[in-house]
Each structure stands twice: as structure tokens, then as C-alpha cells.
């Protein structure tokens, strides 16, 4: 069985338009993998659509988890699983504080009849927090409620180090963050990484790949992905922007 | 031999257990008796019984007395008393008997301090006992009902506290069905004289979960000019049963008074609740939680009634649902004409986890004074879609995804209680109805 997230073929409509065709992605542990593409091409469908979101509708494909297909999976039962989502826009959950929140998360991952241990838990949370210069104090805070985006953002890799999950994806964790802020959020994903996860990162800046350095870059387009490269296709593509790639996808279509 | 709860041969066998009680207890018991026999059931057109479910209100198949379980299930319900073990004193009833008495201390006995059951308290305190006892007036609709508890009910806690007398740790009362079909009429009676601080906490539940109970509780608070009292109740009643609860509250000259009641037992459960404003400066707090699951019917009648001003009473109810539950909120404020300067609000949160949960909202004002600050307003949210994505995406099973959507819609009340261990209790009480 290979440890490795594995998107096979996979086409996703979102109330009757299909967004994602034929989609194919391979995300082993221990790489991380880049994701960029212009706006509306389906990235976050990916993201949503790999989690369980009820209103993306899989028209066909797998998706196997180590070997495993989750596509039968509940959405928790697919967290637990080890798949974890960084979202684009995180919801904000009135009255439940953060602390409460990790925790359940947490307590779900145990074995039934497993306590979850207080004083080891706001350890491990407080050590997270620090590394991710989130203040103490956050941990009352009802989930995202007034967060500004960074501190969303924030949050949401601040869970991701607190699950520990196989596999995350992250939507645009970099958009929204100042640059002392995606410093320490890079700082915080590049700990994170090894050889026990792999990591998705979406995006549409170069300029956050510079702090984690993707063993892989892919462009989407047009809900498939179209070209895959190393680092340096990043580089090329903030240069070049989109359009060169589109030349490229409907030359061969002119040329026959 | 069992009996029908309402039948003749119930309330003689009553009355021949109550032969050494004074004649005027016995009387006020034929009186009400009688009262109960007179006056009609509730009419789904009566405005105090709108939206109630008025054919599930059957006291036919209970039966009073009876302790079919004996000696041992007593035992095993005074070992499950255990709620609160800071306390100044402690009331245990199974089925309307007193299974134990803890008293208050010497030091709070020397002061002054009253702290029996019920029925001693009648035998010993007959000037306070026929000046409170039933003595407030029930409007909201019950009265049949409230006049049958006047009638059988024995078993309650009776606390007076004198004139500037403070208790620092709460009393606390627990009332026990046992077996089915059992009906119960507890009974709470607090007195606090001038300046006197108390709290009092009322835990009623069935010995088994999904019991058939009868219960008709009245709770009545006299809170005296300057005290401050403190009433809380969790009514964890079997999922079968037909439970009211009649709350009267007076306060007096700067009395404060908070209630708090936490309801997640019964089949049908209602709770009137009328807060008297009888002085000058009054502050009264009225809060309610429930959790209604499955098919229960939470049905909520509430008055606030302001006779003088400079006063303010803070009603807020707060009902999460699930399943098929329902939940009606009635409330009412009326400030009468001399009540100038008083403030009084009203608010009914529902939480609807589930599209198939109904919560009606019937909020109302009566205003004769003209310088007032009065609110009333009633909101229904469904739970939103993308906070529970959110949540299951993070690997929180749905249910507990709703606890905490729960916790956190309660947590302006119950992040507040003083007392930790009463809060705690009360947390896992509505963490079980998740389970
Ligand atoms: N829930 C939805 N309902 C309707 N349309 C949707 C929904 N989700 C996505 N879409 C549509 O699917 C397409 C792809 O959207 P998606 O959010 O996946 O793009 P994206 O690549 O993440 O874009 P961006 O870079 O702007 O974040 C868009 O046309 C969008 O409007
Ligand atoms: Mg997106």
C-alpha cells in the first residue's frame, strides 16, 4: 500500500455545472506540492469536494487515502482519516472557544472510552500558539468570530499542527497575510513538514513558495491540471502569466 | 390496591396518611381538593393553552404513593444525590417520601436558619406555613393543576432564612420518581427575610429514563426587602412524562432575585413562571435552558409584573432543538400604572438544529406606566450549514458538532454561575441528552 494521497479521474459538478474533469493528482507523504491557477478554475472545488462538502457532487473518480477510498466517507470520518483542510474563508462558530474546539477535535481522533488529558492538551496547545506567535489569550476566543483574515488564517494552521493530519490541503493560506505574518505561517508549515505528511498548498503567489520550497508544481485549468514542473514553474508562470499556457494548451488543437 | 390519580379513594387514602397533621393543613388539602374538581380542564381555546398540545395533558394511568422499588431503590437515589457536595444542607425525596434530611449546621440553626421537609415544617412553623403556602396567586393557566398539588403534595423543602442571615453554599433539594407511572408533587418554598442571602438548588429526575411520570411541582420565592436569592433547578424527568412546574416569585424593596431553570426531561413539560415586582428598586433575573429532544413539548408561560418602580426584571429563555422537538414561549410584562422608571425586558432565543423542530414565540407588553424601558423580542436560528461543515471537516462527529453549537449558545448563562461544581452539573446534564 503506498502512502500517498491519489486523486484518480476525478469530475465534480457543482449544481449542474461540472467544474472538475477528469481531474488526476498524486500527493505522496513527505512532499509538498503547489497548486496554481487563475480564478474559477476549480481549486477550491478540489479542496472542498476532497473533504465531502455536500454540495459538490463527484460524478466520477476515486479518491484514495493510503490505499483507501474515502469518497464513501463522511466528511468527519474523512478528517479522521487524516485529511485535513486549510480553508479559504473559515467559518466562524459563535460561543465555542478555540480551546473547546481543538479539544473535541481532538477527543474524536482517540479510542472510544479514551480521556483526552487536559493538562498535556493546552501544553501541546499553548507550544503551537507560540510557534505560531498566536497570543494565549486566543484560546477563549470563540472560533474565528471578529478574527481579522490573517488571524484566520492563522487559526487554521494552528489546528492543522494541532491535528496532525496525513494529508492537508491549504486554500490561499497565504492570501491575506502581511509579510511578517506568512513568515511566520511558512516558518510554522515547513515544521509541519515530513516524512509522515504531504501538503497541498493552493495558491496564486510565488512569492509564499519561496518560504516553503514545493517538491512539485501544478497548474489548473479549466478544472484539470494541465502542467506539472518543478519549482522553477512557478517563476515562469508569474512571469509569463496564464495566458502562455493557454497558448500551449490550444496549440496542438490549431495545429491539427 | 392502585388508584386513579384524580379518584375519590386516591385522596382518601391521602387524607388517612395525613391524620396527625393540623386541621388547618387538612382543610386548606379538602379545599383544594375540591377546587381541583370544580374547575375545567385546559381548553385549546383558553389564550393561556395556544399551541400546547392540550390532548397530551391525561392524568388518566398515574398513580400516588407508591414505591414499588422499596427500601433498595431509595439507597441507590440518595447514593445518585450526590450533585453538590458543597452544601449547607440537603432534602432527598423518592417518590414524594423523604428518603433523607441533612440539616443546616448548628451555627446557621442558632441564627435562625429553617431547613426542613415540608411537612415537619407545617407541624412546627404553622404562622409561616399559613402565611406563604400556596398564598401566590396562579394565572397562567395551571390553576386546576396547581390546585391538585395544593391538594396531595406533602413532600418539598421549606428554607427560611432571617433577617440578614447570608449562606454562603447552597441548599439543595432532590426529587426522585421511581417506577412508572408514579405521579409527584414536590414542593419548594423559600423565605428570606430582609437582607438574608441564599441559594437554593432543585434537582428533579426520574429513576429511570424513559419513565411515565405525573408531576405537578410548585416553586414559590419570597425574597424580602434588601435579600438576595438565588434558585436554580435542573428537571431531568423521564422522557414519557407530564411534567408543570408553577413558579411564583415576590420581591421586595432592592431584593435581587435570579432564577434559573434547566429543563431537558419530560414527554410534555411546562413551566409557568410569574415574577412579582413588589417593591422599589427590585431586581429580578429570570433564565431558562432547555434542550428539547426526540418529540418533547417544552411549553414556557411567563409574567413579569411590575407593581412599583425604580425595578427591573431581565427575562431570557433560551431553547435549543432538536429532532422533532417543540417549544412554545409565552411571555407577558406588565408594568402597572405606578411602576414609573422601571426596566424590563424580555428575550427568546431558539436554536433549531434540526428542520423538523418547531419553536413558537408568543412575546408580549402591558403598559400603564409612561416612563419605562421595556423590550420583548423573540429570534429562531437555524443551525448554519457552514459552521457544521466546518466543524465535521475538522473530524467532530455531528452530534457533538451540535453539543458544542449547543454550549456555546448557553454559555452567556451558564459561564456566569458562581458556583462551579452547579454549572458543571448542569453541563453534563444537557451533555447527556447528546449521548
Ligand atoms: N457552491 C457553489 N455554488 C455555485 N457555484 C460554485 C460553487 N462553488 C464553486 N462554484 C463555481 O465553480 C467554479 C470554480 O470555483 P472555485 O472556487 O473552485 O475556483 P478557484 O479556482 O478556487 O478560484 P479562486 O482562485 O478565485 O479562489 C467557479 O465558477 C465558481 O463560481
Ligand atoms: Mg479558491
Redesign the interface.
Known amino acids: 500500500m503506498k502512502q500517498q494521497l491519489e486523486i484518480k479521474n476525478l469530475s465534480v459538478k457543482v449544481e449542474e455545472t461540472e467544474i472538475l474533469k477528469d481531474l488526476n493528482l498524486t500527493l505522496p507523504r513527505g512532499e509538498v506540492h503547489a497548486i496554481m491557477g487563475p480564478n474559477g478554475t476549480g481549486k477550491s472545488t478540489l479542496a472542498k469536494a476532497l ?4 454540495d459538490y457532487e463527484i460524478t466520477s473518480g476515486e479518491v484514495l487515502l493510503d490505499g483507501e477510498n474515502i469518497l464513501e466517507m ?3 470520518e474523512r ?2 482519516a487524516g485529511l485535513f ?1 486549510a ?1 479559504q474563508y ?7 472557544s478555540i480551546a ?3 479539544r ?2 481532538r ?3 482517540l479510542k472510544e472510552g479514551e480521556e483526552l488529558e487536559a493538562t498535556q492538551f493546552y501544553k501541546a496547545l499553548y507550544e503551537k500558539m507560540d510557534m505560531l506567535q498566536i497570543d494565549r489569550k486566543f484560546t477563549s476566543r ?1 472560533v474565528n468570530e471578529g478574527f481579522s483574515g490573517g488571524e484566520k488564517k492563522r487559526n487554521e494552521i494552528l ?1 492543522m499542527a494541532m ?1 496532525e493530519p496525513k494529508y492537508a490541503i491549504m486554500d490561499e493560506t497565504d492570501s491575506g497575510l502581511d509579510i511578517d505574518a506568512l513568515r511566520i505561517v511558512s516558518d510554522g508549515v515547513n515544521k509541519l513538514r515530513g516524512p509522515e505528511r504531504g501538503i497541498l498548498l493552493i495558491t496564486h503567489y510565488q512569492r509564499i513558495l519561496d518560504y516553503i520550497v514545493p517538491d512539485h508544481v501544478h497548474v489548473m485549468w479549466n478544472g484539470r491540471i494541465v502542467k506539472s514542473g518543478g519549482k522553477e514553474l512557478a517563476l515562469e508562470l508569474e512571469k509569463k502569466g496564464y495566458d502562455w499556457i493557454k497558448e500551449e494548451l490550444t496549440e496542438p488543437a490549431a495545429r491539427a | 390496591m392502585k388508584h386513579e390519580l384524580t379518584s375519590r379513594e386516591t385522596f382518601d387514602a391521602y387524607l388517612a396518611s395525613q391524620k396527625d397533621m393540623p386541621r388547618w393543613w387538612l382543610d386548606l388539602k379538602r379545599e383544594s381538593w375540591d377546587r381541583f374538581h370544580d374547575l375545567p380542564m385546559p381548553h385549546r381555546k383558553d389564550e393561556n393553552w395556544r399551541f400546547a398540545n392540550i390532548n397530551g395533558v391525561d392524568l388518566g394511568g398515574f398513580h400516588f404513593g407508591q414505591n414499588p422499588e422499596g427500601e433498595a431503590a431509595e439507597k441507590d437515589l440518595l447514593e445518585r444525590s450526590e450533585q453538590v457536595h458543597q452544601r449547607a444542607g440537603r432534602l432527598v425525596f423518592a417518590n414524594d417520601r423523604l428518603v433523607h434530611h441533612e440539616a443546616v449546621s448548628q451555627k446557621l440553626s442558632d441564627q435562625g436558619v429553617i431547613w426542613l421537609p415540608l411537612e415537619q415544617a407545617v407541624r412546627k412553623h404553622e404562622d409561616l406555613l399559613r402565611k406563604h403556602f400556596m398564598a401566590q396567586p396562579i394565572k397562567l393557566g395551571s390553576e386546576k393543576f396547581s390546585a391538585l398539588h395544593g391538594a396531595l403534595c406533602s413532600a418539598g423543602s421549606f428554607l427560611y432564612v432571617p433577617r440578614g442571615v447570608e449562606i454562603d453554599l447552597p441548599l439543595v433539594a432532590c426529587h426522585w420518581t421511581n417506577g412508572p407511572n408514579s405521579a409527584v408533587f414536590p414542593h419548594t418554598l423559600v423565605i428570606a427575610e430582609d437582607l438574608a442571602r441564599v441559594t437554593l438548588v432543585d434537582f428533579f429526575a426520574s429513576h429511570q429514563r424513559h419513565a411515565r411520570n405525573y408531576v405537578c411541582g410548585v416553586n414559590d420565592l419570597y425574597a424580602g426587602p434588601g435579600s438576595r436569592v438565588t434558585y436554580i433547578s435542573a428537571q431531568n424527568w423521564g422522557h414519557d412524562s407530564l411534567a408543570f412546574h408553577l413558579n411564583s416569585t415576590q420581591a421586595f424593596r432592592e431584593a435581587y432575585v435570579t432564577s434559573l431553570n434547566v429543563n431537558v426531561g419530560g414527554r410534555q413539560a411546562r413551566t409557568e413562571s410569574h415574577s412579582q415586582v413588589l417593591g422599589e428598586g427590585a431586581h429580578t433575573e429570570m433564565q431558562s435552558l432547555t434542550v428539547a429532544t426526540g418529540s418533547q413539548e417544552f411549553d414556557q408561560r411567563t409574567l413579569q409584573t411590575h407593581f412599583k418602580g425604580h425595578s427591573v426584571s431581565d427575562l431570557l429563555y433560551k431553547n435549543a432543538l432538536l429532532d422533532d422537538a417543540r417549544t412554545i414561549f409565552s411571555g407577558l410584562i406588565k408594568v402597572e400604572e405606578e411602576a414609573q422608571q422601571t426596566d424590563a425586558y424580555q428575550t427568546n432565543r431558539n436554536l433549531l438544529l434540526s428542520p423538523t423542530a418547531e419553536a413558537n414565540a408568543l412575546p408580549g407588553l402591558e403598559i400603564l406606566a409612561n416612563d419605562v424601558k421595556c423590550s420583548h423580542g423573540a429570534t429562531s436560528g437555524q443551525i448554519d450549514d457552514a459552521q457544521l461543515y466546518y466543524m465535521l471537516a475538522r473530524g467532530i462527529p455531528e452530534s457533538v458538532a451540535k453539543q458544542l453549537l449547543v454550549f456555546g449558545f448557553f454559555e452567556d448563562i451558564l459561564g456566569k454561575l458562581e458556583n462551579e461544581e452547579i454549572a458543571e452539573n448542569l453541563r453534563s446534564l444537557i451533555r447527556a441528552q447528546f449521548d
Open positions: 473533504s465531502g462538502h455536500p463522511e466528511v468527519d478528517a479522521r483542510m480553508f473559515p467559518s466562524e462558530i459563535p460561543g465555542v473547546n474546539f481543538i473535541a477535535a477527543q474524536a481522533r470563540a489546528q491535528l
